[in-house]
């Protein structure tokens, strides 16, 4: 890096080193979302944190700005001093990527560490050496049993996203990297909830941990309009194609991957520029989809909840649900996809005749007005600017 005198970011006066906060600079941020105002300073003090804050609140920055502080240079080969742990492929390619730009400027070298890609290509990284490890749970278990890579000298461990990965199964492992990680070390955990299986983790593997949080735990990020509508069978394609032409970025959830090729075929057929994205593609192919989308070639995304946990893109608009989702839990990690970052955004909820109960038991969960789903066709206007649903 220059000696080239940088202007500090807003992130300097939460205590961000020069070198840390000259990266953040040239990673194009410039100033702390609320999740990074609350945890930045606490993290910085070395204590164990758990942050309570859903996907597009920026903890990414929340928890590795201050890991990029603390994480010493390594020393030696294969012997990481920071560790993140996540629930999908996706979401450590995504981390990593947010990390590597502010990393290269402290020096510091970030891999992630995931299953469906070259395992190979993961080891000769780690033996050149790196200072902090993206990883999913059972590659990075695979790593440590095979001594590719060792635990011993991690400084700080981050659970990003630790309701999902008990969502998951994936407590066991988690639990027995935990246990692998035996130094002095600063536990960070970042999650949409504290209860649970995730209440198990804070209590067994942290230390009197701080807690911020930016929004009670139903509560979402940005403005998000909730919008049941009662469609007819024959009419939902025309429906949700109407909307995403209006609106612009549009991530649909089906619960099956063969109704996710279905309607992701009868949208391409309806002119939509759409793909789906679900677990029986390559990986390859899941993010080349999610790099047209990001890119704006594509405008919608037809995708199941496992291949949709990638999708990290602030500026998606709206979000369908193709047929109600059976708990808020799951209602509230799919809409979490729009408003995001401040921006405002739409959860669209399609429900037919016998799907009205199910809509009335998530509004009451999310304490939202228990109205009965309006009824539309797909010429309705008001499809083309979903405010006009609240003007009436």
């Known amino acids: 890096m220059s000696d080239k005198v940088h202007t500090p970011t807003g992130f300097a006066s939460l205590g961000v080193p020069p070198q840390v906060d000259a990266g953040l600079a040239a ?53 990481p001093r920071g560790l993140v742990l996540v629930p999908t492929r996706e979401l450590a390619l ?33 033996a050149k050496g790196v200072e902090m490890v993206v990883a999913t749970p059972l590659r990075l278990i695979d790593l440590m049993k095979a001594g590719e890579v060792v635990m011993d000298d991690i400084q700080v461990v981050v659970l990003d996203e630790a309701d999902r990965m008990a969502d998951e199964g994936f407590t066991p492992q988690v639990e027995w990297i935990l246990r692998h990680v035996t130094g002095e070390h600063q536990t960070m955990l970042f999650s949409a909830t504290l209860d649970g299986q995730v209440g198990n983790l804070v209590r067994r593997y942290m230390k009197n941990p701080e807690e911020v949080s ?23 394609d025309k429906v949700v194609n109407a909307m995403a032409q209006a609106a612009g970025k549009t991530v649909v959830f089906c619960d099956t991957k063969r109704l996710c090729d279905r309607v992701a075929d009868k949208l391409d057929e309806l002119g939509a520029k ?57 209602y509230l990690h799919r ?53 006009k649903f609240f003007a009436e």
């Open 27 to 79: 990673a194009g941020f410039d100033a702390p979302f609320a999740i990074q105002t609350e945890a930045i300073p606490v993290a910085l003090r070395g204590v164990d944190l758990c942050g309570r804050a859903r996907t597009g609140s920026g903890k990414t920055l929340a928890f590795g700005v201050p890991m990029l502080a603390r994480i010493d240079a390594a020393a030696r080969v294969r012997a």
């Open 335 to 387: 809409s979490g996809r729009t408003a995001r970052a401040g921006r405002d955004g739409w959860a669209v909820t399609l429900a037919e005749y016998n799907q009205h109960t199910t809509c009335r038991i998530i509004q009451r969960a999310l304490r939202l007005p228990t109205n009965a789903p309006v009824e539309v066709f797909s010429n309705d206007a008001r499809l083309r600017d979903l405010r």
């Open 214 to 236: 930016i929004d009670s735990p139903t509560d979402t990020v940005g403005t998000m309009h909730h919008l049941f509508l009662a469609v007819h069978r024959m009419d939902k």
């Open 274 to 330: 759409v793909a789906a994205i679900h677990g029986d593609l390559t990986q390859a192919a899941r993010e080349k989809a999610l790099a047209r989308f990001a890119r704006g070639d594509l405008t919608i995304l037809v995708a199941t909840d496992v291949a949709a946990r990638g999708i990290d893109i602030d500026d998606v608009a709206l979000v369908v649900h193709y047929e109600p989702p059976m708990d808020h839990k799951t």
């Open 94 to 126: 995504q981390v990593a990527e947010v990390l590597e730009p502010i990393g290269k400027a402290c020096d510091r070298r970030v891999l992630p560490v995931y299953g469906g890609a070259s395992r190979d290509d993961q080891i000769d990284a780690l």
